[in-house]
């Protein structure tokens, strides 16, 4: 499986504390957003994206562009 790359690095808090994930393709967001309690607005745009990029219809940019509003959303962005 070919992944869909994104660039920057969106880095998260990990499930451990002081544990810092960099995310940096379209599965690996995906993935991630499974895992957040804030399945908000920003969430759900950014889960359609990820399904619409694995269907060829979004770029990956985009997706990393939404993911990284639902990380601020979830409150778990880290600043590189």
Do not use: D
């Not at 499986?1 to 499930?15: D, E, L, R, S």
């Not at 993911?67 to 962005?77: D, M, S």
């Amino acid at each position: 499986m070919a992944f869909h790359w994104f660039n920057p690095t969106v880095y998260i808090k990990g499930q451990q504390p002081g544990i810092t994930e960099g995310i940096s393709h379209v599965e690996g967001a995906a993935e991630a957003l499974l895992t957040f309690t804030k399945q908000g607005p920003k969430w759900r745009m950014a889960m359609k994206a990820c399904v619409s990029c694995l269907e060829g219809e979004a770029t990956p940019q985009e997706v990393r562009r939404l993911f990284r509003l639902a990380v601020v959303e979830e409150g778990i962005l880290r600043e590189r």
